[in-house]
């Protein structure tokens, strides 16, 4: 893949690629033919993902700064490629920008290259057209040699859990009734990490089945457990929280972009050196039992209904 960018025509749309490239600087690559070019590694497969963020869906205008928006989209999309085990590889980014953002572009951009940076991963193409709202289309593509999915859980594995949750719900909440949500519970809901070396490291010491919370722990959980053909029994008192987070509400809390993992029994993790290594924690939450009546059981606490985000279904936002 080569790092020079074509030269491109005349005119506002080509005048506004070019300005992003110059923001984006290093973190863009090879841009200007009409599809990028990738290598692969030898010996690994090709991890694709596609994520979109439309105005009035996933986000209100006020709620965030356009580069904060551009940050999120792009870290949600890369997520996935963590929940994969996948080293990324590019990133292609469709903007469809209102004439009432147009004035922003530079700044959604701006976040969109944070994460790109972030993650490693340069932005090789895209597409940019007007629209009626604000849209991101983000297409990440990653290598890995054994990716992880959902189907590989047993039962018998332990589940782990990264990070700490509640906190984009927390804040989403607060947004939704008009108050200033908690720092550090709106520093998870805008700025999300995708946990990329995390899951490398998890994949190494023996993991074989994950997700990304985007849904919610216990939609996701019932979507691993479902593609495994097994049942997950969680303690939702064991969840590691936020401050100011119930486990209800951490358990249905979406957007989160932590990873869910199953682990062999025979596999012995150093809680201690991910804690070192990454600064967050990894807890174990429950077990893959054999397939029973539901996807998943509840151990301790209340119960909570099993619904996450459905992407047809209207919302608050």
């Known amino acids: ?28 690559t090879g841009v200007g033919d009409d599809a990028a070019l990738l290598t692969v590694p030898a010996g ?27 940050e999120r989209a792009a870290s949600a999309a890369l997520s996935d490629l963590a929940a994969m085990a996948a080293t990324p590889l ?14 922003e572009l530079l700044e959604l951009a701006r976040g969109v290259g944070a994460a790109a940076a972030g ?15 604000l849209s991101l289309t983000i297409t990440v593509l990653g290598s890995a040699a054994s990716p992880l999915g959902r189907a590989g859980a047993h039962p018998g594995d332990r589940i782990f859990v990264t ?51 985007s849904d919610g722990l216990l939609a996701d959980a019932a979507h691993l457990a479902r593609a495994s053909g097994v049942t997950l029994a969680l303690d939702l008192g064991r969840l590691p ?38 600064g967050i924690p990894l807890t174990e939450i429950g077990r893959a039992l054999p397939l029973g009546d539901e996807p998943v059981q509840l151990v301790g606490g209340d119960l909570v209904e099993i619904r996450g985000h459905d992407h047809l279904r209207a919302s608050g936002t």
């Open 44 to 70: 690994e497969r090709l991890v694709a993902s596609t994520d979109s963020t439309m105005e009035g869906v996933h986000f209100r205008r006020e709620w965030m700064s356009a580069a904060e928006i551009g």
């Open 90 to 103: 590019g990133i292609l980014l469709a903007l469809a920008v209102p004439e009432n953002w147009q004035g």
């Open 163 to 213: 990070g700490r949750l509640g906190g984009p719900g927390a804040a989403l909440r607060a947004l939704l009734d008009g108050r200033a949500p908690a720092a550090a519970h709106r520093a998870r809901f805008v700025a999300p990490v995708p946990r990329l070396d995390e899951a490398k490291w998890l994949a190494a010491q023996g993991a074989r089945a994950a997700i990304d919370i």
């Open 1 to 28: 893949m080569s790092g020079a960018h074509l030269p491109m025509g005349e005119g506002a749309e080509f005048d506004a690629i070019r300005a992003m490239l110059e923001e984006w600087g290093p973190h863009a």
């Open 119 to 133: 993650a490693r991963c340069p932005i090789v193409g895209g597409n940019l057209t007007r629209g009626s709202e």
């Open 241 to 278: 929280l936020m401050d100011g987070v119930s486990a209800r509400d951490a358990a249905a809390s979406g957007e989160e972009y932590e990873l869910l993992v199953a682990v062999p029994l025979s596999s012995t993790l150093d809680h201690a050196a991910f804690s070192r290594s990454f």
